[in-house]
C-alpha cells in the first residue's frame, strides 16, 4: 500500500543554517506530495505541495521537488530561523484512494539563535 | 483561503462521561472530512472517514461505537468520545475537502484529557 518515509529527527539547527529534511514514497500511479508544518499545541498547516513529477512547490523559502524517480520529495530551505521550529510532516494522497492521507513519522526541527 | 474550525479547542472531562468535538468548515462545502488522532511526538493515526449523508468508515482498530462520527451536513462533523477513559486522552484533529478538489484543510484541533 501507499506509505511514506521521513527522515527521524529531532534535528537542532543553528540559525542561518541549510535545512533538509527527506521524504520517500510508496505509491501506485501519480500520488500527490505535500510538506505540512505543526506549531507546539496547533494543528497542522500546509507549507507546500507539489501534484506532478518535477514539480517543485514552495512557501516561505521552503521548497520540495517531486521526483519520480527516486520517489521523494524532500524539503530544503536556505538559511533556517528561529521561528521555523516546528514539526515537519511529508504526506501524500494516492491517486486512487479517495483524498486519503499517508503522513510520514514527523521530524522535530529546532532552530537556535 | 479556506479555513476549518474545531471546537472547543481544549476539553477536561471525567472517567465514564461523553465528549463531542465539532469540525466545520467555514467558507466551503466539506463532502468528506476526515479525524486524526495524535499522540505525544507522534504521528497522525486516521481513525475514520467521514462523508456527508452516510455513515463514517472507521480504520481498522478504531471502535466506532466508542468514537461516534456525524457528517450531517456540508459544512460539520462530530466526533463524540462515548465513556470516555483516561487512555482516551489526545490530540484529535479534522480535516475537510472541498468537493472536487485534492487538498485537505486541517483544523487547528482539540486537546481532550480525560481524568
Known amino acids: 500500500g501507499d506509505s511514506v518515509t521521513q527522515m527521524e529527527g529531532p534535528v537542532t539547527l543553528s540559525e542561518e543554517a541549510f535545512l533538509t529534511i527527506n521524504c520517500t514514497y510508496t505509491?501506485?500511479?501519480?500520488?500527490?506530495l505535500f510538506w505540512y508544518v505543526q506549531y507546539p499545541g496547533e494543528g497542522l498547516q500546509l507549507l507546500l505541495k507539489a501534484t506532478k513529477a518535477d514539480d517543485k512547490g514552495s512557501n516561505k523559502g521552503f521548497e520540495a521537488t517531486y521526483r519520480k524517480e527516486t520517489t521523494s520529495f524532500h524539503l530544503e530551505k536556505g538559511s533556517v530561523q528561529v521561528s521555523d521550529s516546528a514539526v515537519y510532516f511529508c504526506a501524500l494522497m494516492g491517486a486512487s484512494t479517495g483524498n486519503q492521507f499517508y503522513f510520514g513519522t514527523g521530524t522535530s526541527l529546532t532552530v537556535i539563535p | 483561503g479556506a479555513v476549518v474550525s474545531q471546537h472547543p479547542s481544549r476539553v477536561i472531562c471525567k472517567s465514564g462521561t461523553s465528549v463531542k468535538i465539532e469540525c466545520r468548515s467555514l467558507d466551503f462545502q466539506a463532502t468528506t472530512m476526515f479525524w486524526y488522532r495524535q499522540f505525544p511526538k507522534q504521528s497522525l493515526m486516521l481513525m475514520a472517514t467521514?462523508?456527508?449523508?452516510?455513515?463514517?468508515?472507521?480504520e481498522q482498530g478504531v471502535e466506532k461505537d466508542k468514537f461516534l462520527i456525524n457528517h450531517a451536513s456540508l459544512t460539520l462533523s462530530t466526533l463524540t468520545v462515548t465513556s470516555a477513559h483516561p487512555e482516551d486522552s489526545s490530540f484529535y484533529i479534522c480535516?475537510?475537502?472541498?468537493?472536487?478538489?485534492?487538498?485537505?484543510?486541517f483544523g487547528p484541533g482539540t486537546r481532550l484529557t480525560v481524568t
Open positions: 467521514s462523508n456527508e449523508g452516510s455513515k463514517a468508515t472507521y
Open positions: 480535516s475537510a475537502v472541498e468537493g472536487g478538489r485534492d487538498e485537505q484543510y
Open positions: 505509491a501506485t500511479g501519480y500520488p500527490s
